[in-house]
């Protein structure tokens, strides 16, 4: 398994992906606005693992510059033909993953992982690229399943047998406390863990990390 079985996962799915609902409506629509309240009109933004670009479509508009990228290409073709139905002059759709962005000084205001960081294979190796791809003082915000904190049934029975006939990708189960003391090793200051979750236990924090 590798990054780029990874990539042909999500390719696979991608149209199933594309047409699933949002599991919980209220707290992706919480999440959103918590994040506007973070942005402002002036900020570069990346987002990674944008999936079909619905996160960035609601969010774009109301910054400088918004590069949405996704490892997948086939979700980025659908997140493109959403594009051309509704321009967003400042979003543009790339296919990428944060390892393969050459990290220039001050790139980034805020860079987005929602639903991401448990999907990546060397999580201390990428939150230090994200690291590198913010400016000074610049925020990382994500939402991240932690599977470490969900039933053992998940992790150590259900996932890996998805896994092994190919209907689940690469997923870390990490716990949320791992998880904050992961992010604060690669160099950033955690203002903030939130709950946004209106259905289930919230296993999903909110996590709001300052680049020191």
Same mark, same amino acid.
């Given at each position: ?11 696979? +799915?991608? !149209? =199933? ?12 629509? !919480? &999440?959103?606005?918590? &994040?506007? +309240?973070? #942005?402002?009109?002036d900020d570069r933004v990346l987002e990674l693992a944008c999936g079909t670009g619905t996160t960035a479509l609601r969010l774009a508009g109301d910054v400088q510059d918004y590069c949405a990228t996704d490892i997948s290409a086939e979700m980025i073709a659908i997140a493109e033909t959403k594009l051309a139905a509704g321009p967003i002059p400042s979003l543009l759709f790339r296919t990428a993953t944060a390892e393969s962005l050459a990290?220039?000084? @001050? ?13 990546? !294979? ?16 610049? #925020?990382?915000?994500? =939402? ?12 150590? $029975? ?8 190919? =209907? ?18 690669? @160099?950033?200051?955690?203002?903030? &863990?939130?709950?946004? $979750? &209106?259905?289930?236990? @919230?296993? !999903? ?5 300052? =680049?020191?």
């Amino acid at each position: 398994m590798s990054t780029a079985s990874d990539a042909r996962f999500w390719d696979r +799915t991608s !149209r =199933k992906y594309a047409a699933a609902a949002i599991s919980d409506r209220a707290g992706y629509e !919480r &999440t959103l606005e918590r &994040t506007r +309240t973070l #942005l402002g009109p002036d900020d570069r933004v990346l987002e990674l693992a944008c999936g079909t670009g619905t996160t960035a479509l609601r969010l774009a508009g109301d910054v400088q510059d918004y590069c949405a990228t996704d490892i997948s290409a086939e979700m980025i073709a659908i997140a493109e033909t959403k594009l051309a139905a509704g321009p967003i002059p400042s979003l543009l759709f790339r296919t990428a993953t944060a390892e393969s962005l050459a990290p220039e000084h @001050g790139q980034f205001d805020a860079v987005l992982g929602f639903n991401y960081l448990h999907l990546v !294979r060397d999580l201390p190796g990428t939150l230090r690229h994200i690291h590198a791809l913010l400016a000074a003082e610049g #925020l990382f915000i994500s =939402k991240t399943p932690c599977l470490g904190d969900m039933n053992p049934l998940i992790r150590f $029975a259900l996932l890996p047998a998805m896994r092994a006939i190919g =209907k689940a990708p690469y997923v870390s189960a990490f716990r949320a406390a791992e998880l904050s003391q992961s992010i604060s090793a690669a @160099g950033f200051e955690i203002s903030a &863990t939130e709950n946004h $979750a &209106t259905k289930g236990n @919230g296993t !999903r924090p909110y996590i709001v990390a300052r =680049k020191r």
